[in-house]
């Protein structure tokens, strides 16, 4: 575990402020949720709290289902990670951070086409040369992550697939 250094008082009503340095480090945003453990002795650990990632061993089954049926390479992410993915990728995707141009384009709640031309940098320090299209999973209002259709060319198949992953996907988590 990595001290800080920043030591903070709790207030009356029981709350601590997370400094501006470590929320802007570790993509902490106003309005979201972190989890609370103890390790049984005298520490309490804070963690981004992930609803995709919580169904983790479902999302890794739905994206094998999709690959093996569509042979379209494809990604799932929360707000910060990937969190399942199958197709032809050289490296282990899981729990790469993702960019920032990424988070910006989830961000925007909308389904988004990305073109192989543009180089986009969907994970950091990991280069995928394809098309893409990213559909923003909705989560009782609120984006919990993406899915991400990767081929060397966007068609109408790409297009359904990611909007039924998203849709589905949303529909999951909502329970």
């Known amino acids: 575990m990595k001290a800080t250094g920043v030591v903070r008082r709790i207030d009356d009503l029981g709350r601590i402020v997370l400094p501006k340095e470590l929320r802007r480090t570790m993509r902490i ?3 979201e949720s972190l989890e609370i453990y103890t390790d049984g ?3 309490i650990i804070l963690k981004k709290y992930s609803p995709v990632q919580n169904v ?3 999302v890794e089954e739905f994206v094998e289902s999709v690959y093996a049926s569509n042979k379209k390479d494809i990604i799932i992410t929360d707000n910060e990670k990937v969190i399942a993915y199958a197709g032809n990728f050289k490296n282990d995707l899981n729990n790469k951070r993702i960019s920032m141009r990424l988070e910006e384009k989830i961000s925007k709640r909308q389904t988004q086409l990305i073109d192989k031309a543009e180089n ?5 320090n990991y280069p995928i040369d394809k098309a893409a299209i990213i559909k923003p999973i909705n989560v009782m209002g609120d984006i919990s992550g993406a899915v ?5 060319a966007i068609t109408d198949v790409e297009k359904s697939l990611a909007e039924f992953g998203g849709m589905f996907m949303g529909r999951y988590l909502e329970g």
């Open 56 to 58: 983790n061993d479902f």
């Open 41 to 43: 002795t005298d520490r």
């Open 148 to 152: 991400i259709v990767l081929s060397d």
């Open 29 to 31: 945003k106003e309005g």
């Open 120 to 124: 986009f940098e969907f994970l950091e």
